[in-house]
């Protein structure tokens, strides 16, 4: 019962994808930005399935297992700072993308003043082929864990059946077909959670036994902060989510995220897709904190246990057969929904940033997606790193090196291509010097890096004396 639930959710997934033909359009705009006429709702909810994924599936709540109460900091953090970027950057970057007629995040970030700076775009395009391939194949082995716990596969098969399953729905409608399974993937994403919790909780024995349990665990899980030497300093805790507030920021820096708003179908729509956007969210986010508390209470903790694993192992432990198959189907179509997202950011960028497809044909770019797909599926089946980590080192370099520049950019500042490429750089080069000396401990490095993309530009802008650009 487990696998034919999870078949017949892979096959609607599937099912949903290819039924984007009835309205797909045999153009590179229609194949890489859906025509630009994506309803508000339709393009909030594919972005939170896309931007959460794995992450939130398997990396949040390993994390929320081990560590408590304070990964409620990494929600605060990162909704607000997506927020806080999201009211100068998404309208600004919906409305220069149809300006420009680009169909890239890098092109569109290269052209952003009406001129053509081809080493931004370039480098751009590089930074996104390299570090997206990764993020993507990070998602496949996410989904590859949980098939493995489930049904005793072998991790690199889950790998390859997500792969192929992406490849034909996104080779047949392009990003409307990421779309439209997001859409789909993000409700039972949300309704396994929600069973996760519900039937969890009801273990247990209620809310308030709920509650009482999960202080008994230890003194500092249901702390606050953190209680490390370095914590008990006071501005610690304030370090703490502003490193996490800085990750939110850096979410206008992910190409696959920003390009649901690049497809919307009016810039005057943004503020509503805004609204469903943060309250789905904050919605899904507090249920995935809420689901690994009850992990922790049904699960204990063991030297051999792999936190990663502690909601397709409870689900097994708790479910009926047939909602089993639903949060496992849930969790696959998490992974699925960012890296369809990503392999398609990838695409764009090989075929426009690299300038392998200047006429802009259509069947270059479907072709571009099956390559680009075989890559990630071989990164995904010979990687084993943590995802959570080898996720937020893809994320912060895509956030370090493209949100300063937005930031500016929508702040109407003129940059020139040397000084673009300088914004790009320095955070860079900033963020893998805070790792190498571990900084990160005290500060997640994205902070800096954003801080140091930003900070190039004053300081140009005061010794080079470039006028409000």
Known sequence: MIFL?????????????????????????????????????????????????????????GFTYVYGLQSVWLMFGLIFGDFISSLFVHKSLRKKSEELKVFSFANLVSKWHGKNYKYVQLFGGFIIIIFLSTYAAAQLNAGSKSMHILFGL??????????????????????????????????????????????????IGGFSIFINELHKISPDYMRWFPSTNF???????????????????????????????????NTKNIPKTRIYYYTWYTLFYSLTICAAFVARLLIPETDNSDPELALPTLALNLLPEFFVGVVLAGIFAA???????????????????????????????????LIVTVFVVTI????????????????????????????????????????????????????????HYELNNFIYEVAPGILSGILTFFIFKQFRKLNPF
């Not at 703490?240 to 507030?245: R, S």
């Not at 369809?340 to 270059?364: E, G, M, V």
């Not at 003129?414 to 914004?423: A, D, R």
Request: with cysteine.
């Open 154 to 203: 072998d991790y690199r098969l889950g790998a390859i059946i997500g792969g192929i399953i992406v490849s034909l729905y996104c080779f047949s409608g392009g990003i409307r077909a990421s779309i439209w399974t997001d859409a789909a993937q993000s409700f039972v994403m949300i309704v396994a959670m929600l069973l996760m919790v519900v039937f969890g909780v009801k273990e």
């Open 380 to 435: 995904a089946i010979n990687e084993n790193k943590n995802v959570f980590n080898l996720v937020l080192m893809s994320w912060s370099t895509l956030a370090c090196c493209f949100s300063p520049l937005i930031i500016i950019n929508s702040l109407k500042y003129k940059v020139s291509e040397f000084l673009s490429l300088m914004m790009m750089i320095v955070p860079l080069i900033t963020l893998l010097l805070w790792r």
């Open 231 to 265: 914590s008990e300093f006071f501005l610690a805790p304030f370090m703490f989510i502003t490193g996490w507030f800085f990750s939110g920021v850096g979410v206008i820096g992910q190409p696959h995220v920003m390009v649901r708003f690049m497809t919307i179908d």
């Open 5 to 61: 639930s999870f078949c017949l959710f892979l096959f609607l997934f599937t099912l949903i994808g290819f039924l984007s033909v009835l309205k797909k359009k045999n153009t590179t705009q229609d194949y890489l930005l859906a025509n630009q006429e994506i309803k508000p709702w339709l393009g909030a909810i594919s972005a939170i399935a896309t931007s959460n994924s794995g992450y939130m599936f398997i990396g949040q709540i």
């Open 335 to 369: 992974t699925m929904s960012t890296a369809d997202s990503q392999i398609l950011a990838c695409t764009a960028s090989i075929t426009n940033d690299l300038s392998f497809n200047k006429k802009n044909n259509y069947l270059i770019n479907k072709f571009v997606t």
